[in-house]
């Protein structure tokens, strides 16, 4: 999460976890993708992480209810580290870009 205090992993299972940083402890599963995982992102203000799947969609999912709020389908993504914060902080969360076409 932005403030540090979450992380969301991309999962094999079809699943995104979500992750209390200082007691490495699994808060939450985001389900609802039919393949699997492999990229989330945090929106700036935190509330929402987006997650791409092998099954063409991006979904996105309110983080405080664990619910999913949306579904883009027929996407294709690039996952990409954010550039470093301020004060050489490193960023944890990943941006996702969408492609309308390959080549």
Do not use: Q
């Amino acid at each position: 999460s932005p403030d540090g205090e979450f992380v969301a992993s991309a999962s094999g299972d079809e699943t995104v976890k979500i992750w209390k940083l200082a007691t490495m402890e699994e808060v939450g599963t985001l389900k609802g993708h039919s393949d699997y995982v492999n990229c989330v992102a945090w929106s700036p203000d935190g509330e929402f992480v987006a997650s791409a799947s092998d099954d063409e969609t991006v979904k996105i999912w309110k983080v405080k209810t664990m619910e999913e709020v949306g579904t883009l389908r027929g996407t294709a993504t690039v996952c990409a580290r954010l550039p470093s914060r301020p004060m050489g902080r490193p960023s944890l969360p990943l941006a996702m870009t969408r492609l309308s076409s390959f080549g």
